[in-house]
């Protein structure tokens, strides 16, 4: 059973590709946020094919749990956890979604290497970062932040499991030593996840969670409120590429726009050309002309460019979807 769907982080890219219209954007700046689209859009590749691994084999399943995209903050601690996987003995599969399409490689001292037009560049360790994962997880287990089951009096904590899931299409390079570094029996390609979890189940060791046995029901509460903790992440794209510095930077030539407290925005046409703000036309309020709600300087920029779709008028995200191309 899905209890949080797989999401594309569309309104990133959406952001993103709107500071690219933006005028005044050096070209390092520019290359910065084509980098930025890239890697998210490499990230959502990876994620969306072992998303529909997963749901192809347990979103109609009572006896698993599947969550996606899952970011948790507790105690200063921040977790982007790609998926989840419980089922009714408390088992939580962590599972880090990695799409490197021209595959990895793990030398002897369990260091990573992906690979760019065939040559190898260094990259965090994936087992590494899935045992933070797991480590803050343990945290709100030990916390009253989950609703977790009790028997005899006692709390029946999950037991946690890493899977790195590797793009299908990708090489994995393995040391000899292989079996001497700890995690690296966990990387697997996306399509083998079902064969490595039932492998998994088999095993004398996992089989001793079969006294902590609960209901389908009892395991959706537990995962409904592990996914209730969700805190979606709310980045500042143009502060973090110094948007707002660098157009300051043309203050001598141009109008600055504040975006500080501000409730309304000239069209960014106007300000371009050096006018003067009262003689520009009326100031555009930052709403939605469909549903109302408020939308960020950014937003209105990229309808303001695109008139003709928009008829000058500015739409939040989700009304622009719904207005057809010109």
């Not at 569309?10 to 952001?15: C, M, Q, R, S, V």
């Not at 408390?90 to 065939?118: D, M, P, T, W």
């Not at 292989?178 to 083998?192: A, N, S, V």
Request: hydrophobic share 40%.
């Amino acid at each position: 059973m899905i209890i949080k769907p797989f999401e594309a982080r569309e309104n990133d890219l959406l952001a993103l590709t709107q500071l690219l219209s933006l005028p005044h954007i050096p070209q390092e700046t520019q290359y910065k946020i084509q980098q930025e689209i890239k890697k998210i859009q490499s990230g959502i590749k990876g994620e969306k094919e072992a998303a529909y691994q997963i749901d192809f084999h347990y979103a109609e399943s009572k006896n698993w749990m599947v969550i996606h995209d899952l970011r948790l903050e507790f105690n200063g601690l921040t977790a982007q956890i790609d998926h989840l996987l419980m089922n009714r003995f408390l088992e939580i599969y962590v599972c880090e979604s990695k799409n490197f399409s021209e595959g990895i490689a793990i030398n002897e001292q369990g260091e990573f290497s992906a690979f760019y037009q065939r040559k190898p560049y260094g990259i965090p360790s994936p087992i590494e970062q899935n045992k933070r994962h797991i480590a803050l997880l343990k945290k709100l287990f030990d916390s009253e932040a989950v609703n977790l089951p009790s028997r005899l009096g006692f709390k029946m904590k999950p037991t946690l499991i890493s899977l790195i899931l590797i793009a299908n299409s990708a090489r994995i390079s393995r040391p000899n030593n292989g079996r001497t570094i700890q995690g690296l029996d966990r990387i697997i390609k996306m399509e083998q996840i079902k064969s490595k979890i039932e492998k998994d189940v088999n095993s004398p060791a996992l089989m001793m969670t079969t006294v902590k046995l609960v209901s389908s029901e009892t395991l959706q509460n537990v995962a409904e409120s592990l996914a209730s903790l969700h805190q979606a992440a709310n980045i500042d794209w143009p502060a973090r590429f110094g948007i707002l510095h660098t157009e300051s930077a043309h203050a001598n030539t141009e109008k600055p726009v504040s975006l500080v407290g501000q409730s309304v925005a000239e069209e960014p046409t106007a300000i371009e050309n050096g006018a003067d703000a009262e003689k520009t036309e009326p100031a555009k309020r930052l709403i939605c002309a469909s549903c109302g709600v408020k939308i960020s300087y950014n937003v209105g920029v990229f309808c303001w460019r695109n008139k003709k779709r928009f008829h000058g008028n500015v739409y939040c995200y989700e009304c622009q979807k719904k207005i057809p191309a010109a």
